[in-house]
């Protein structure tokens, strides 16, 4: 017997329904509901009227919402004026739907009702095993073929070989049961993939899945027209598109043909991904990425590679990426174009924790480019592609700039950076300070604050000293530490010797200096610089301690 409950698709079941109803009745023909059938799923003009079949895939006891829907369907059908209404269901009815359904016959006493329930689906597949297997996929030959299947489950004995030999059977097998096309398999990450594909021009096949019947996107829906550009760019050019599950049509006869040759995909899931084989024939091919100025001269090269291609309707995308795989690329050419211009698309692949120089011939691409240049990518010296580089950088010229900046400070000090999964604008401006200090000798510092300790029994003294310095409580400050350092995304990094000057500075805590009891924990000048003013490092060799002077304000 069959189990109809297992059974997740009620395409199949009305399909199978709909040919069990044609062969007991011939002269009887399907409705193709999918712009509403009328309360008709097949229709039999006998000879002594008009006989209309509803069919439900509903398995388990009717709900109230169920009912509801039966009862409309059956409304719609009496407009037809038939002699008969029967309703095709495997279920049979218990003693509380037997009793409604006997509610209907009274309601309707012009028309006779009659329910065809699991019985009589039962009977249909007992005198038709060719739908019987059509909607279970399976015979006694694919039975045993399963029990080879199960065998993969079971220790290899022979090692390998019989590894190798029972991918050969299931191969052979497939070729058997899916004439027309080369099956292979693959395991990966991802766990196995199968790939079918037609190994014969020309073949009509009902496995080859219909993309413009098998979706549906709504015009007034604003998120499945979205899909709809990504899903018209699959299919004119390959690559992937992940469509919700929403928008499937599953009532497509196709689909369900479909649905015959890969099996139940994507029920019971929230989208369904569809992805083109990739093909890496002749490939690793090696290019180089080009950054021309306006004056079309290179100020910039980085050496690519390409992988793949995936191809679609109107043309393909080749990919690939650099050697460290940091920049993915993609190439995207029309085969009615006969020139080399395509559209070229770059973007970072995940950096959060891996080194930062892992990433450094990247992000010196990056910052050297700017929006009125050019990229190119050369085979050798010939231009395959090219486009302007306009906003292709801008969600990853901040990145960049952090690793090259990470890049110089790990030259310096040998303190090794994982790139931050978060990025902050303070921490770009961190890091570009400290290498500048680092490299240069001299930056304008991130911090607008320094404080400056003083010892608790010349309070005074310091007050009095740097109030000869002040104009309006203001003045400039020149301090040399021995040993400066600086918290750089997560990472302490010790630059040596370095002054900080500060031109126009405030001290903003000097009643908080003059209220100072002994006792207390030592104090600390507070000098915060001006409003459009900054403090500015530079590096000196040599030695000595602290070094702290008040000076006047520059004017």
Known sequence: MINWQDIQNPTFVERVAKAALKRQHPAARGIDGSGGDGGRDCVWDSPDGLVIFEIKSFTARLSTKQKRNIEKSLLKALQHDPIRWELVIPLDPC????????????????????????????????????LREYLEGVDSRLL?????????????????????????DLTRIAAERFP??????????????????????GLASEQALDLDTSFYFPDDDADAQSVKLQFKEFRDYGGQVIVPDRYVNRENPRW???????????????????????????????????????????KARLDMRLTHRVQGLRGGIVMGSDLMEVLHLEMRRDLATPTRSGV?????????????????????FIVQSTPEDTLTVNFGPTAYASAPVGETFDDMREVAQLIVALNIIQKHTNVHFAVPAEL???????????????????????ERTYWVGVKPDHVADFLAEISTRMI??????????????????????????????????????RRELEAYQAGNPPPRAQFTCLPGEHLVGRRHDGEGGLEVRALEMRK
């Open 256 to 298: 369900v043909d479909y649905e015959r040759f890969w099996g139940q995909i994507g029920t019971g899931s929230d989208a369904l991904e569809l992805r083109s084989v990739p093909d890496s024939t002749k490939m690793p091919l090696p290019v180089q990425l080009i950054l021309k100025g306006p004056d079309q001269i290179p």
């Open 144 to 168: 045993a073929r399963a029990r080879t299947m199960k065998l993969e489950k079971e220790v290899l004995a022979g090692g390998l070989p019989d590894l190798g030999g029972r991918l050969a």
């Open 344 to 364: 070229l698309r770059l973007e970072l692949n995940a950096l959060a924790g891996k080194w930062s120089y892992t990433a450094e011939a990247v992000a010196e």
């Open 180 to 201: 027309g096309h080369q099956v292979s398999f693959t395991s990966g990450p991802d766990g196995l993939t199968i790939t079918a594909s037609n190994n014969e021009v």
């Open 95 to 130: 003693p509380t739907e037997e009793t409604w359904f006997t509610g209907l016959k009274k309601a309707h006493p012009g028309i006779k009702l009659v329910w065809n329930g699991r019985d009589w689906f039962d009977s249909q597949m007992a005198m038709h095993p060719d």
């Open 472 to 509: 309006d409580d203001k003045l400039a400050i020149y301090a040399i530490r021995p040993e400066q350092s600086f918290e750089v995304v997560g990472q302490h990094v010790d630059v040596g010797r370095t002054s900080i000057y500060g031109g126009k500075v405030c001290l903003v805590n």
């Open 424 to 446: 902050t604008h303070a921490d770009i401006r961190m890091a570009s300070a400290v290498a500048q200090l680092l490299e240069v000798g001299e930056a304008v510092l991130v």
